[in-house]
C-alpha cells in the first residue's frame, strides 16, 4: 500500500491528501486485496476490545478511528460518499479484516525474528514527497503540522508502515510464485480454442410506442423510486486566498543599488570578450595526429579529414578562452586563442589525446556598460526576489497554521484577498447553473475541501510550478437532498417513457425467448413479432474479451448456452435487448499448440500468487488464532452510523 501512497503524494499537492491515505497503510499485495477471509471465531473476549490477533487488541476507538481515516481516503475517489454508505458497503467489516491481517503479518514476521528498523521507517517517511522542503529535504515542522491536521501520532504512522513492511516482507516471495505445470494448463487452453456459431436478433427500445402520457399518480411512484436521479449531490463551499508571483512582484522590484551591485559582482561577464568557433578532433597518437595535420594543412576540410581516418570531428561555438580551456585543457585553448581565423592548429597533447584543430570563425564582443544590461540584470533580480518573497510568505502561513491560526487570521494578518465558491459538486458544477462549464483553477480548491471535515484546520496547497499556493478552508457543505417533483417533472416524465419503453421491450424479447424454446427458429419469431430477422454470430471463446464493447454481452452470453436455447441480454447502452441463440460448438484440443498452452499458462499464473497469498494468510491468521466480539462490533457499526448522519 505504500507504493500506492506515494503515487498519490508525488507532488507537493499531494498534501491535501497525504495524511488521509497514511492513516489506511493496510497491506494490499499486488494479486489484490484480501478483505473477506474467514476462521474469526467470536466470543471469548473480555473488556473493551473487538477483536484479538493472538497477543493483540484491535479496540472500538482505533476501529473507529481507522474507518474514518480509510473513508477520508475513499473520498478521494467518490467524495459524494458518506459513512452511512462506506459501513453499508461493507467498509466497516473491510477495514477489521484489514487491521487483523496486518496485525497478524507483524507479530508472526516477529515472531520469525524478522526485524523492521527505525532507520527503514525513518527513510520511509523521509521519502516522502510532500513531507519536504522546496530544496527536497525532510521538514519535521511539515510532519508534525499534517500529523495535527489528521489528528495522527507519530507512532501511529510508524506503526503502520512498519505492519505494512512486515506484509510486504512476508508476501512478496509467496505472490511471485507463479510456476504453473503444463498439464494443468491443458484442459484451460482447450477451453478457450472452444468455437461457437449462432444468431442474434434485436429488439430495439425506439421499436416500442411510447403509449399515453404518465399520469400523475405514475409519475410520483416513479420519482419515489428514482429519487436518487433527481438529487442535488452533495455540494461543499470552499473559503480560499490565492497567492501568485504577481502579487508580490511590484514589492520585490530590484532597485538600482541592487543593479549596480549585481553588474560589479559579474564584471567580467560583461568586458570585451573574443569568443572562437573551433572545429576540433582528437587524435590517440602523435604520428596519427602529424598525418591529420599535414591534410588539412593541405586543403583537405577538417571534418572530411577527419571522416577519411575514422574520427568524428566536433565544433565548439561562441566559446571564450576560459570556456573553451574547461573543455579541453590550457595548452589547447592557448594555441587556438593564439591563431588567427581559418588557421590549422596542433597537434597539441590535451586531457584525451592529441589535438588537431582549425579555427573556424574569430569574433570580438564589445563590452556592455550597465546601461545596456540594466534591464536584464534587473529581471533576474526581480525574478529572485519574487520567488524569495513568495516562499517567505508561505513560510510565515505555515508557523501560522502550525500555531491554529484560523482562515481569517492568517488571512488578515497578511492582507490577503479572501474569496468564496459557489455551493459546488466535487467536480465543481454548479445545479443551479448546469450549462456553466467547470473552472479548471477550482480543481484542487474543490478537492481540499472535499477532502476536509467540518472543524478541520485550513490547508496550504501548493498550485502551480511558479511557486504559487493557496490557503483553503473548507466553508460548509451541503448535504445532498432531492429536488421538488414539480422542479424535474419534465425530467421525471422523460424517465418514466424511456423505462415503460424499456420493459415493454424486455417483455417483447422474452415472448421471442419463450418461442424458440417451444422450437421455433429465431427468424420466425422476430418475423412474428415484427422485427428484424436476426445476425449470425459467431467466436472463440480466449477472443470474448477481445470483441468490441457493444459485442461482448452477447457473445458472453453465446457461451452459456446449451445448443438450440436462446436467452436475452440488454444492450450496454440500454438502446435494446439482444437474443442469442445457440446453434453448434466446435471443441478444440490444445494439447498440440504449444502457444495456446503457453498463453493459458501465463493466464492462469497470475491467479496462483494470490491463491498461495490467500492460504499462507489463511495459516498466519489460524495459528495465531482470530476472535471477534459481535457485540462490540454492533457498538462501532451504530455509532458510524449515527456520525455518518450527522455528517450529512
Known amino acids: 500500500m505504500l507504493g500506492f501512497f506515494r503515487r498519490i503524494i508525488n507532488s507537493k499537492a499531494g498534501v491535501v491528501v497525504t495524511f488521509v491515505v497514511l492513516g489506511v497503510i493496510a497491506f494490499a499485495f499486488a494479486a489484490g486485496d484480501v478483505t473477506g477471509l474467514a476462521g474469526s471465531t467470536s466470543g471469548g473476549i473480555t473488556g473493551d476490545t473487538v477483536a484479538r490477533v493472538g497477543d493483540a487488541k484491535i479496540g472500538p476507538a482505533e476501529l473507529r478511528a481507522r474507518v474514518d481515516t480509510e473513508l477520508q481516503g475513499f473520498r478521494q475517489q467518490q467524495p459524494t460518499l458518506d459513512m452511512a454508505s462506506f459501513v453499508a458497503q461493507g467498509g466497516l467489516d473491510g477495514t477489521l479484516q484489514r487491521m487483523v491481517t496486518a496485525a497478524a503479518f507483524e507479530q508472526f514476521g516477529r515472531d520469525q525474528g524478522m526485524v523492521v528498523s527505525k532507520r527503514s521507517i525513518d527513510g520511509q517517511i523521509a521519502s516522502i514527497p510532500a513531507l519536504q522542503d522546496a530544496a527536497g529535504r525532510f521538514d519535521p515542522a511539515i510532519y508534525r503540522r499534517l500529523l495535527a491536521d489528521r489528528k495522527l501520532t507519530d507512532a501511529q504512522v510508524r506503526g503502520d508502515i512498519a505492519r505494512d513492511t512486515f506484509g510486504a516482507l512476508l508476501t512478496g516471495p509467496v505472490v511471485g510464485a507463479h510456476g504453473v505445470p503444463e498439464q494443468l494448463a491443458i484442459p484451460y487452453a482447450s477451453l478457450q480454442l472452444e468455437r461457437r456459431t449462432g444468431e442474434v436478433g434485436i429488439v430495439p427500445v425506439d421499436a416500442v410506442p411510447a403509449g399515453p402520457a404518465p399520469t400523475d399518480a405514475e409519475l410520483q411512484a416513479y420519482y419515489q423510486r428514482n429519487i436518487a436521479r433527481f438529487s442535488l449531490p452533495e455540494r461543499r463551499v470552499a473559503r480560499y486566498a490565492l497567492v501568485a508571483p504577481d502579487q508580490v512582484r511590484s514589492a520585490a522590484a530590484a532597485t538600482d543599488a541592487e543593479i549596480a551591485q549585481a553588474y560589479a559582482a559579474d564584471r567580467g561577464r560583461y568586458a570585451a570578450a573574443e569568443k572562437r568557433t573551433v572545429t576540433q578532433v582528437v587524435v590517440a597518437d602523435q604520428a596519427g595526429a602529424n598525418a591529420l595535420a599535414a591534410s588539412v594543412r593541405g586543403g583537405t576540410a577538417i571534418a572530411a579529414a577527419a571522416r577519411a581516418a575514422g574520427l568524428e570531428p566536433s565544433t ?102 479572501a474569496r468564496t465558491t459557489p455551493a459546488l459538486t466535487a467536480a465543481g458544477t454548479d445545479p443551479a447553473q448546469p450549462s456553466a462549464r467547470p473552472d479548471p483553477q477550482l480543481a484542487p480548491i474543490l478537492a481540499a475541501a472535499f477532502a476536509s471535515a467540518e472543524g478541520d484546520a485550513p490547508q496550504l496547497l501548493p498550485i502551480g510550478q511558479d511557486g504559487s499556493f493557496a490557503v483553503v478552508a473548507l466553508g460548509r457543505i451541503v448535504a445532498a437532498a432531492p429536488r421538488p417533483l414539480a422542479e424535474v417533472r419534465q425530467a421525471v416524465s422523460q424517465g418514466f417513457v424511456a423505462e415503460r419503453r424499456r420493459q415493454a421491450a424486455r417483455r417483447l424479447a422474452a415472448q421471442v425467448v419463450a418461442a424458440v424454446g417451444r422450437g421455433t427458429p429465431l427468424a420466425r419469431a422476430l418475423a412474428d413479432a415484427r422485427l428484424p430477422g436476426p445476425r449470425p454470430l459467431a467466436a472463440v471463446r480466449g477472443e470474448v474479451g477481445r470483441a468490441p464493447a457493444a459485442a461482448q454481452a452477447p457473445l458472453a452470453l453465446l457461451f452459456g448456452l446449451q445448443p438450440g436455447r436462446a436467452r436475452l441480454a440488454p444492450a450496454t447502452d440500454g438502446s435494446a435487448f439482444a437474443v442469442v441463440r445457440l446453434d453448434r460448438v466446435e471443441r478444440h484440443e490444445a494439447a498440440r499448440d504449444p502457444a495456446a498452452i503457453r498463453g493459458a499458462r501465463g493466464a492462469i499464473a497470475g491467479l496462483v500468487g494470490r491463491e498461495y497469498a490467500e492460504q499462507f494468510i489463511r495459516a498466519i491468521r489460524n495459528d495465531l488464532g482470530v476472535k471477534t466480539d459481535a457485540a462490540a462490533l454492533a457498538r462501532v457499526r451504530a455509532d458510524l452510523l449515527g456520525q455518518g448522519q450527522s455528517n450529512n
Open 316 to 417: 565548439q561555438t561562441g566559446l571564450d578562452k576560459p570556456a573553451y580551456a574547461i573543455l579541453t585543457s590550457p595548452a589547447v585553448a592557448d594555441a587556438v586563442f593564439g591563431a588567427a581565423q581559418g588557421a590549422v592548429v596542433g597537434p597539441v597533447r590535451g586531457a584525451l589525446g592529441f589535438v588537431v584543430a582549425h579555427v573556424d570563425r574569430v569574433e570580438q564582443v564589445a563590452a556592455r556598460p550597465l546601461d545596456a544590461v540594466r534591464g536584464e540584470i534587473a529581471k533576474t533580480i526581480t525574478t529572485r526576489k519574487t520567488a524569495e518573497a513568495l516562499s517567505d510568505l508561505q513560510n510565515q502561513v505555515n508557523d501560522a497554521l502550525a500555531g491554529n491560526a484560523t482562515f481569517d487570521e492568517v488571512i488578515g494578518d497578511r492582507k490577503l484577498a
